[in-house]
């Protein structure tokens, strides 16, 4: 596996796994701008971040 493919799917499951845990601990308070997004459905988000890590590998498969 290359280093190019693992930046690709690392970096974005790195992000989302933090943010998660982050949130789910509860200490910190979104700014009003983004309270509003929490009442959408998560798997519209869930979604856009295999988007984005499908992109990424994509992108390394085309490039080799």
């Known amino acids: 596996m290359g ?3 693992g ?7 790195a992000y989302l796994l933090i943010s ?3 949130l ?3 200490e910190i308070t979104l700014p009003r701008a983004l309270r509003q ?5 998560p798997l519209f988000w869930n979604t856009m971040v ?3 890590i499908a992109a990424g590998l994509l992108r ?4 080799r």
């Open 3 to 5: 280093i190019e493919l």
């Open 7 to 13: 930046l690709a799917l690392g970096i974005p499951i």
């Open 20 to 22: 998660t845990a982050i």
């Open 24 to 26: 789910r601990r509860g």
């Open 37 to 41: 997004f929490t009442n959408r459905d």
């Open 50 to 52: 295999a988007i984005a």
């Open 60 to 63: 390394w498969a085309l490039a």
